[in-house]
């Protein structure tokens, strides 16, 4: 949860608390009210007792007298809690405007999901192929020995060649051969003229 909707959470609670208590204060006051506009009647009913015929167009005046103050009061004490309620209201809008955008910044999990089955097959596919090329290669350590056999074959016949040079070189140079060589062409040559 994000430190704005934090806030905005800690907010309504406060305005929620502030409306517990603008009502409490406004029962407060309803009661004190009635209870002034008990001894009120109280009175006038001592009175009217008193006087033995019933009044009624005074009854009726403090009647309404009595419902129009209950109603000021009532609408008094109401104002502030109807601007909390409009205040409460505009907050709850603003927090689901926040909690729909919300959706806008984040990855849903059908879409993790989707991603994660594609990876899955991507990651099958890479491990079939590793598979295929590892059947048809040659490990590093097969051509090393293949290499070391190499170089000794090598190693053989350059010393089977030097034993041969030896044996042969003194006796017989390059340049006795290439000389030998030309006379036998010369020969040839000298043959195949015609006659």
Do not use: C
């Not at 409009?86 to 879409?111: C, H, N, P, W, Y």
């Amino acid at each position: 949860m994000s430190d704005e909707a934090t806030v905005n959470i800690g907010a309504l609670q406060q305005r929620v608390y502030g409306l517990e208590s603008g009502q409490r204060s406004m029962s407060e006051s309803v009661s004190a009210l009635s209870s002034k506009v008990e001894t009120l009647f109280a009175s006038l009913a001592s009175k009217i007792e008193e006087r033995s015929r019933p009044q009624y167009p005074l009854l009726i005046s403090i009647g309404l007298f009595g419902l129009a103050v209950i109603t000021a009061v009532g609408a008094l004490a109401y104002a502030p809690i109807r601007e909390n309620q409009t205040d409460l209201k505009m907050a709850m809008v603003e927090m689901a405007k926040t909690v729909g955008t919300l959706g806008e910044r984040f990855v849903s999990i059908r879409e993790l999901d989707g991603r994660s089955g594609r990876t899955r097959s991507e990651m099958e596919r890479v491990n079939a192929d590793l598979k295929a090329l590892e059947a048809v290669t040659v490990p590093r350590g097969e051509h090393t020995e293949r290499w070391r056999g190499f170089d000794a074959s090598v190693v053989n016949l350059q010393r089977q060649i030097d034993d041969q040079n030896k044996k042969f070189g003194d006796t017989f140079s390059l340049r006795d051969a290439l000389q030998q060589m030309q006379r036998e062409i010369d020969r040839l040559r000298t043959e195949r003229r015609p006659p």
